[in-house]
């Protein structure tokens, strides 16, 4: 007994058994004998035998409570969770009933956690052995950098494994698996054991290591005895480390170690059972100053808990973690922290049962863009003691074609930048394509550039459920794209950098441009198709309307577009109340009024949600003639008003708005058909008489109609033909007046455009 138990308080626990074993045969009862045995196997990963040895122990009723909860805590390990909850009642009714009530509470979760679907995929990965690996690094974009006790590869100072760990580095092959794993650094020698685990800042200069007295075979986890110390070094050339020293905030009376640079490398982040922590071991950042790092600071009581927390991974948004204590589903599990909108840590959510087991897990690194991570875990079924898995998540695969806005062909080496992402700087294929894989939560805006092209933003967001996304992206050379200006409305002044958006209707695709000093953009757009265009700028009222590019031979098309201070409609507000309900059904306080109105819409159905952006010129209203519901703007006083509002409306969107004239309307009616004070309103303002008229197109989405090319040519008409509507020139008294206005429509752009004659109510095509 005094052998073991010497053996037992160095950790030592591989020595240890045999001596417990000894001492059983002549004492089978002895309780600490029973007890400490039973821990050294837990403490080796050997939880059958300490589930058999807990089992005797705990009958003991002098026996240390502490065994009940140990056992409940193998029995866990072994997903033995029915067994285990019982187990921890008793030690919570016995001895402790936080500590008792809380793992009781979380073997149910770990329950329901073995039921559940998981997004990520963890495969055991080749380059392990039957020793201990752990602690992967990311050392760039191809290659991790991982702690082991191998000895299949020899030094020159010829490790036998029993000195401790050395570090290794492997290869990313092309699926993320580990490949040719080598010594990390050039220079190895019999001094560098015990190294592990390290972590590099993303330039690869700096390097942040731990010296571990970690033993193969034994279990990484505080209980075994942990004792580590962080070291920061400078990375040359030839990836040796230089100028070595100590973190300026290690003790000697408590452990530093699992370090993780942030992306910038301004914060290390690190785990330490320093005497401010919440127990055990905490996760701490400490940032870089001047010369130096300073004072660490304790992460809270959201990430940290009364158990142990190791081996920190911060992304530059979500903080990676292992815990022994937050509800899991045995040993260490592993955590996501995020922070809420006063940074502080505010959640935590357990990573599943692919990424977790009832064994320890811990070490985990993830890159989302690449959508690729490794883990360590000492979990049932793998080489050895604790192994690396390679770990990735169901994702989507994008597909980015980039082609030629005029012809459609391919354009190969077309440079792809993440950089607005975190990441780098890729090209096209010869065929114009790049593919990748990115997994839930991806929104990030590419640029997309090519020598002699204009440059172009897609925005790519993804859902992470393995579907594939194509995105078709045109680039236009200089000199073919599409040409646009915008102006104030008031001053009609350039304005510089408004923000301009094109999305194809067909596909979803998005790219994005922004006004220059004279207010002048260029876009590259499809023939053939369809966008809707988004202007924004601070200040500035929103403007959106459609676009058909047509044959793409026009690239004038987007014209000149003037935007809207926010404050003001144009130059005299209306002053009309805004009282306009969402809901048709709602009847506001009506009184009749006289004046001008803009008409912005007839349709079959008054949803004046829809119309709500409309608010802002005016008061939103309908009247019902024929069957149909006129959507109008108004009422103001004076001509000019309507006439202003009605040109920013036009500006807004609604391209066919008009002006009528109203007498004794009811402001602020939406009323349906037969409603009680139903108003009634005079047709337009301009009458449509006259039996000629020039047919100028016909429409899907009448929203494509833009009438200004032939403003003053005579009155616009529109009528429903099927799912069409064709627009028209009315008011036409003679066919020589249709002739001329004929003329100018097909000047305008109207090319297909011809005369009809209306007879009877039909119209019929003249010759």
């Not at 050379?477 to 200006?485: Q, S």
Request: with cysteine; aromatic share 12%.
């Amino acid at each position: 007994m005094k052998r073991a138990n010497k053996a037992y308080e160095i950790h030592a626990y591989n020595v240890a058994i045999p001596e417990y074993l000894a001492a059983l045969e002549r004492r089978p009862d002895e309780a600490e004998a029973l007890g400490k045995l039973a821990d050294s196997y837990r403490m080796l990963n050997q939880l059958e035998d300490a589930a058999q040895y807990y089992a005797q122990v705990v009958r003991n009723r002098d026996a240390d409570k502490e065994y009940v909860l140990q056992y409940a805590k193998t029995l866990k390990g072994l997903a033995r969770y029915d067994e285990a909850k019982q187990w921890f009642l008793l030690y919570a009714r016995d001895a402790d009933a936080m500590t008792g009530n809380h793992y009781a509470q979380s073997c149910d979760f770990a329950a329901q956690q073995m039921n559940m679907a998981s997004s990520y995929t963890v495969t055991n990965e080749f380059v392990n052995t039957s020793a201990a690996e752990f602690g992967p690094a990311f050392l760039g974009n191809q290659r991790v950098v991982f702690s082991s006790s191998r000895t299949d590869i020899q030094s020159p100072g010829s490790f036998d494994g029993k000195q401790g760990n050395q570090l290794f580095s492997a290869s990313i092959g092309s699926r993320g698996y580990l490949e040719s794993p080598i010594f990390l650094r050039s220079n190895a020698s019999a001094q560098e054991f015990n190294e592990g685990p390290v972590t590099y800042s993303s330039d690869g200069r700096s390097v942040a290591f731990t010296r571990n007295n970690f033993v193969d075979g034994t279990r990484m986890i505080p209980e075994a005895g942990i004792e580590t110390s962080i070291y920061l070094a400078t990375v040359n050339q030839s990836g040796d480390w230089v100028d070595v020293k100590p973190f300026p905030h290690n003790g000697s009376d408590f452990s530093n170690g699992f370090p993780s640079f942030s992306p910038d490398g301004t914060a290390l982040y690190f785990a330490s059972n320093r005497s401010d922590s919440y127990g055990g071991f905490d996760i701490y950042v400490s940032y870089r100053t001047a010369d130096s790092w300073s004072t660490p600071e304790n992460l809270g009581a959201v990430i940290n808990s009364p158990g142990d927390e190791i081996t920190p991974y911060f992304d530059g948004t979500m903080l990676f973690f292992s815990s022994n204590w937050h509800q899991g589903m045995g040993g260490f599990d592993i955590f996501r922290g995020e922070r809420g909108s006063d940074n502080r840590w505010s959640r935590i959510y357990h990573l599943g049962n692919a990424v977790n087991s009832p064994r320890d897990d811990f070490g985990f690194i993830y890159d989302p863009f690449r959508n690729v991570g490794y883990l360590a875990s000492n979990r049932a079924g793998g080489r050895g003691n604790e192994d690396l898995y390679n770990v990735s998540r169901a994702a989507d695969n994008i597909v980015l074609r980039v082609r030629n806005s005029v012809d459609g062909t391919p354009i190969p080496n077309a440079v792809v930048d993440f950089s607005n992402c975190g990441e780098g700087i890729y090209q096209t294929d010869p065929t114009g394509v790049y593919t990748f894989q990115a997994v839930q939560g991806l929104n990030c805006r590419l640029v997309i550039t090519k020598e002699g092209y204009l440059t172009t933003t897609v925005d790519v967001s993804t859902s992470g459920t393995n579907q594939n996304r194509e995105y078709d992206v045109t680039l236009s050379r200089l000199g073919e794209a599409y040409a646009g200006r915008i102006v104030n409305y008031t001053s009609r002044t350039p304005l510089e950098n408004v923000v301009v958006t094109a999305t194809n209707r067909s596909t979803g695709n998005t790219t994005e441009t922004r006004t220059d000093l004279n207010g002048d953009y260029f876009l590259a757009l499809s023939p053939y198709s369809s966008y809707i265009l988004r202007y924004s700028a601070p200040g500035f009222r929103e403007v959106n309307f459609t676009v058909d590019t047509r044959d793409g031979l026009d690239r004038s098309i987007l014209g000149v577009i003037s935007m809207l201070p926010a404050t003001q409609v144009g130059p005299s507000t209306p002053s009309v109340p805004n009282t306009v309900p969402n809901n048709p059904t709602v009847q506001p306080k009506s009184v009749p009024q006289d004046g001008f109105s803009v008409q912005v819409a007839a349709v079959n159905q008054a949803n004046m949600a829809q119309y709500a952006s409309l608010n802002s010129f005016g008061e939103v209203y309908s009247t019902e003639e024929n069957g149909k519901y006129k959507i109008r703007v108004g009422i103001f006083e004076t001509r000019q008003e309507a006439i202003n509002a009605m040109n920013a409306i036009r500006n807004s969107g609604y391209r066919d708005a008009f002006l009528v004239k109203e007498e004794g309307a009811l402001l602020g009616s939406s009323a349906a058909p037969d409603s009680p004070g139903q108003p009634t309103y005079p047709i337009e303002e301009t009458a449509r008489g006259g039996a000629y008229k020039v047919q100028l197109a016909a429409y899907r989405n009448p929203a494509y109609f833009d009438p200004s090319p032939i403003a003053g040519l005579g009155t616009i008409e529109e009528r429903i033909k099927g799912n069409l509507t064709v627009k028209f020139i009315g008011g036409l008294q003679s066919l020589q007046q249709a002739q001329q206005a004929l003329a100018q429509a097909r000047a305008a752009g109207f090319n297909t455009a011809f005369i009809v004659i209306e007879q009877n109510g039909e119209l019929r095509k003249v010759n």
